[in-house]
């Protein structure tokens, strides 16, 4: 259930200012029904407020206060009851005043106070924190549940329910950044939605670049821009490498046959022994379905040493594209060719040979070639 717990934590939390000086003072006052009179409300932080994990008060009066130091603005979710199911709502916080009340549950709550406060709740009121509570539900029923055939089957169902959460938070982030060029909200929302280990600078920079010069130069706007352009592969923009090597049914097989008769090719370098490959295979599949009538194919190059163990993954996995590996495992000469040294790894390549992207991975793969071709 990491997974899980991951996703709801990360989920729907901004900041506000652009800098602030250390130490800068926040208090936030809340107001409730007074049937909540002396029970504990939590402000649980999120990661980047390491030094602390959470707070609580005892509401007293129909009323609780949380004061404290920011020295950058930083996500929370203010908590009733259990911190996975209980009562709860998303927030930020940063230097000033926030007003939170609601006569009822905490998640039907008004949340005002700056400029930036405003800028966040119009995004979550959106629909962005409707879609937090939809995974909460589908995931509290499926704690509920005994172990059993019933729970099985309904793993698929919240697996789903994370794809369509993951999709339309994406819209609704990318839409509020269009809209919403000079907020802070949309630098801290485009960091979340591409967390260091997920940094795509083809998706990303169109997002980044729309923001506004102040923005960006905001402490977290440089580092995120850094971060932005480290990720950018360095084979962006050069010519592709050519090479033959071994299809299942020992034939001979070169990228340039693949390159030359399609508008674009993924070269796909992966193996059925690497596990965050075979988990990358299914958006592989999905984007090749989608697009294999417009000029997409996928050639994947293999790093096993197995020829069963290869054929019996691509059968698995439902990959009806090319494939080819000399089955010599780290030894495999395309990948020294590209210098792979780690997988999964791709790079995408248009019919004149450019290689136009890298590293396209889950969503971002579709992404691409859905604004590719449109």
């Known amino acids: 259930m990491k997974i899980i717990k991951s996703i709801i934590l990360g989920a729907l939390v901004a900041s506000p200012f652009f800098g602030m000086a250390q130490g800068d003072a926040y208090i936030i006052q809340g107001k409730v029904n007074p049937i909540y009179n002396g029970k504990f409300i939590k402000l649980i932080y999120t990661p980047e407020k390491a030094k602390k994990q959470m707070d609580s008060v005892q509401i007293a009066k129909g009323a609780f206060v949380f004061k404290g130091d920011v020295d950058r603005p930083f996500g929370a979710k203010l908590s009733m009851g ?20 609601t006569k009822d549950s905490l998640r039907y709550a008004k949340i005002t106070g700056n400029k930036i406060t405003e800028s966040y709740e119009k995004l979550a009121q959106g629909g962005l924190r409707s879609l937090e509570y939809n995974v909460i539900e589908v995931v509290n029923v499926f704690k509920a549940m005994p172990e059993g055939p019933q729970k099985k089957d309904y793993t698929k169902k919240l697996l789903e329910e994370f794809e369509n959460y993951s999709s339309q938070k994406r819209k609704f982030v990318n839409q509020f950044i269009k809209e919403n060029p000079d907020s802070y909200v949309s630098l801290y929302q485009l960091t979340k939605s591409a967390p260091d280990n997920l940094l795509n600078y083809e998706t990303s920079f169109p997002y ?7 923005v960006k130069d905001s402490p977290l706007g440089k580092e995120f821009g850094q971060k932005l352009m480290a990720s950018k592969g360095t084979l962006t923009g050069e010519n592709y490498k050519d090479f033959v090597s071994t299809t299942p049914d020992g034939k001979q097989l070169s990228l340039k046959e693949i390159v030359g008769s399609n508008k674009y090719t993924l070269v796909d370098f992966w193996a059925s022994w690497c596990g965050p490959c075979r988990k990358e295979n299914p958006y592989v599949v999905k984007t090749f379905d989608a697009f294999k009538e417009k000029g997409f194919t996928v050639l994947s190059v293999s790093l096993d040493d197995n020829a069963e163990k290869w054929n019996q993954a691509i059968k698995l996995d439902g990959m009806p594209w090319h494939h080819v590996s000399s089955l010599k495992g780290w030894k495999e000469p395309a990948a020294a060719l590209y210098k792979v040294s780690a997988i999964p790894m791709n790079l995408l390549v248009d019919s004149e040979g450019k290689v136009v992207a890298t590293n396209l991975r889950g969503e971002a793969l579709y992404e691409k070639m859905e604004t590719l071709l449109k």
């Open 82 to 101: 259990n911190d996975e199911s209980g009562d709860r709502i998303d927030l930020f916080i940063s230097a000033g005043e926030i007003r939170v009340a």
């Open 208 to 214: 980044y670049d729309r923001l506004s010069q102040t």
